[in-house]
């Protein structure tokens, strides 16, 4: 981060005051911050305080005499070297979206060459909104970065999707965006006009009315490829198994809990040019499913398992198989081995092969290996979105070179 320019627009939200927060953190790496803060951020928090942390001036005028004799507005949003906007309101992304330049900070937006990672903070409903989502997955379109938002409490007292990120992941988020170039990873709209299943998320079996048998899958690998599709022009369908996650924007979320609502969401989906199963699929059952709750007794009951119908091969082998099927395959051990016996046994074209430890499950990154019938390629340890964009590229060249056959 070293010497590395960061514009800062400091949107006005309850959130503004984390904003101090990662300004410290950037300016302890030695990132430089030229700080923009709208009407409504200085109701949240001073410009003195931000001017004291970031060591610089804080712009705030469209209209400053002094301000353009010193530095324009244009050059103020080419001098950067990316820029982050935080928090990023729900009228900032709508203006951002639609190219509005009312004040300092759209204007910057606007008028910039470089990249724009956002952090969005806003009530759940504001979130929801379908003009929000709209914006949203035009911004994605676009080419804007996005961290966040998180799901969890809110300040007005609501509980969901909303919450800016907190300034650890945004900074981490700023570090992977100065580091690599995702609109090179995703030029275009390769998937346009295709359509797309993804499913994600771990499944959840129930024993009796509370209890279930899951996993650990946060599903923030698979959503994040259902994103990257959808970005990449696709009509995406997801269907999520219970995730702490937000709905992607610009997709269309079904929700089940079972393998079975699972396979029957799947298929309701078909036909599609391509599938994705990135789902954490519970591989058995209980066989019989208490009505009430299970009572502590003399004996502990012992649960009968059957085995779950496998999504991925129900797909590979229906009539209505799309053209292009890829599986994922979360490994303890053998990698390799086991994830080409899957391509095999499973019929699929591609499998996305990782070694799930505790560095991978829940986390932001992901290092995995990609198998087809060709070969095999490694790719480097990144972020989830990362890999799920240079997967959707990498499946889209599939798709091309399969039509030009
Ligand atoms: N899968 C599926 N339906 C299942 C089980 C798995 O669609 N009932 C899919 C997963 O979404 C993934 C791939 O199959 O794309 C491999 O999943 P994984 O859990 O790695 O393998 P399993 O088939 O469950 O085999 P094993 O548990 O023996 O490793």
């Not at 514009?7 to 300004?23: D, Q, S």
């Not at 395959?329 to 092969?353: F, H, M, P, S, W």
Request: charged share 25%.
């Amino acid at each position: 981060m070293k010497g590395k320019r960061i514009l800062l627009v400091i949107g006005g939200g309850i959130a503004a005051y984390k904003v101090l927060e990662l300004i410290r953190r950037l300016r302890e790496q030695d990132a430089s911050v030229s700080p923009v803060m709208t009407k409504a951020a200085k109701e949240f928090i001073t410009p003195l305080s931000v001017a004291s942390l970031s060591g610089n001036r804080v712009f705030d005028d469209l209209f400053s005499l002094t301000d353009e004799m010193e530095i324009g507005h244009i050059e103020l949003s080419r001098a950067a070297d990316l820029v982050v906007v935080a928090p990023a309101t729900a009228d900032l992304l709508a203006k951002l979206a639609h190219g509005l330049a009312d004040d300092l900070a759209s204007t910057l937006l606007l008028a910039t060459d470089k990249k724009i990672l956002v952090a969005p903070a806003m009530n759940v409903r504001m979130w929801e909104n379908p003009a929000t989502r709209r914006n949203v997955a035009s911004l994605r379109r676009d080419g804007v970065l996005f961290v966040g938002p998180e799901v969890g409490d809110m300040a007005c007292g609501e509980y969901g999707a909303g919450r800016m990120s907190e300034p650890a992941a945004i900074l981490a988020a700023i570090e992977d965006a100065l580091r690599s170039d995702t609109r090179i990873a995703l030029p275009g709209q390769p998937l346009a006009g295709r359509r797309v299943v993804v499913t994600s998320g771990p499944t959840r079996e129930p024993i009796d009315p509370l209890r279930y048998l899951g996993n650990a899958s946060s599903g923030k690998q698979g959503h994040a490829v259902a994103a990257a599709a959808a970005r990449a022009g696709a009509e995406v369908v997801l269907v999520s198994g219970p995730v702490a996650l937000p709905d992607p924007a610009g997709v269309r979320t079904r929700h089940v809990t079972t393998a079975t609502e699972m396979l029957a969401a799947v298929e309701a989906a078909l036909p599609a040019d391509m599938f994705i199963a990135a789902a954490a699929v519970a591989d058995w059952r209980v066989a019989d499913v208490a009505a009430q709750k299970l009572k502590k007794g003399a004996q502990a009951p012992v649960l009968r398992l059957v085995e779950n119908p496998d999504v991925l091969t129900h797909v590979a082998q229906s009539p209505a198989r799309p053209r292009l099927i890829v599986g994922f395959a979360a490994e303890t051990e053998n990698l390799i081995d086991n994830a080409r016996a899957k391509l095999a046994a499973k019929g699929c074209d591609v499998i996305v092969a990782n070694d799930v430890g505790e560095d991978v499950l829940g986390q932001d990154e992901n290092q995995v290996t990609i198998i087809t019938r060709a070969g095999t390629e490694i790719w480097p340890r990144m972020r989830k979105d990362h890999v799920a964009l240079k997967l959707v590229a990498y499946l889209s060249k599939l798709m091309e070179a399969d039509r030009a056959r």
